[in-house]
């Protein structure tokens, strides 16, 4: 059984400490069989032994008002669709929820909202006179260039972004 750092030690892996320890076997090849921390070992056990059960204790909070289930179909319809809504996702997938909490399980995902930059298109005319910058300037040796500073032909600014948003 492996325990992933900083994971809930899962309902099996409780039994199997608690199954172990009551045949004698020590805390720390408990530790060592189970790839479990000796800390959450000693923990369980004392758990067990106050209480005589192995079960999560009611947590406080409001519970999560969508499954797991519903979770990834939110994930997997903005992966399929980058450039949908959490309005969108939730009236396409029919969700009884707030659109802030399509947000969350969005965020959760590591899948956050962002505005693209737009690239301005290059017409005939822009290509035409890059062409004849760079030709203009062809013949200049190494010592012109020593002299210029920057050279650009366009500040560097984004253009209006419009209204779209992945």
Known sequence: MDRLPGKETSPAQREAIIALH???????????????PKRTIHRWIKLFTDRQSLENRPRSGTPRITTREQDKMIVDAVKEQPLITAVAVKQQLGLQICVQTVRNRLHGAVLHHRIPARKPLLTQQHKEARMGFALQYLPEDASFWDLVIFCDEKIFASDAHGQLHC
């Open 22 to 36: 009551l045949v004698q076997v020590p805390v720390r090849e408990i530790s060592r069989r189970l790839n479990i």
